[in-house]
């Protein structure tokens, strides 16, 4: 697999329904805002979330995030080949195993999963481990993802237990960041928003630009 020059983060599980979409909406707008990356969007997800709330986006008179998919390896392999160092490219995947998803997984800089704490998604968690373990076996090399404990109750305190799970697998390492259940990450979708364009003081708002702070200095080479 050919390396690239930019850096490509993808947003993966093998499971749907576990708020990859929220992760990459609120992240892809954020660096946008924040930093000088150009942020580019791959939406390999079915329900095309990213790409229908793109549509209120523009339709409020905000800056719409470049949006792209595909539907073929080979074209989604050639594309992420062309990133270049000013670039981040953020790949929202579809929960399911395919193809494209392993393409992303291979040529990924950072693979974030987000992962509640409910024993079917923590199942879910050993499933996807089973993927990597079969990518990294093809690719000859360990790939990690970095597991984002998300929807977590917020009067949950004592993740110990939740976190030593997850790391005793060399495929996984927790982030510090920890995404909490918020009802604003469901209605900043209805503005066409992230949280922090929603309301900037909230609490969503300080997961999120502590999400970013932390991804970004994993991508550029402090974790």
Known sequence: MKKKAGKILAIQHSKGGCSKS????NLAIEVSNETDYEVEVVDLDIQQTLTLNNYTRKNKGLKE?????FNEAKALKEY??????????????????SGLNRV??????????????????LQGLK??????????????EDLKAYVLLSRIDPRAKDLTGLNDFINKSKHFETLDTIIRTRIDYKKCFNYGKNVVEYKA???????????????????EGGK
């Open 201 to 219: 003081s909230s609490k969503a708002s300080i997961e999120i630009q502590k999400l970013q702070n932390e991804v970004l200095n994993i991508l």
């Open 104 to 121: 992303v997984a291979l040529m990924s800089d950072m693979i974030i999963t987000p992962v509640s704490d409910s024993k079917l998604e």
């Open 127 to 140: 499933k996807y481990e089973k993927i990597l373990e079969k990518t990294s076996a093809y690719s000859k």
């Open 22 to 25: 929220t992760v990459s909406w």
């Open 65 to 69: 995030l470049n949006i792209r998919t």
């Open 80 to 97: 992420l080949e062309q990133a270049n160092d000013s670039k981040l490219i953020i790949v929202d995947t579809g929960g399911f195993d």
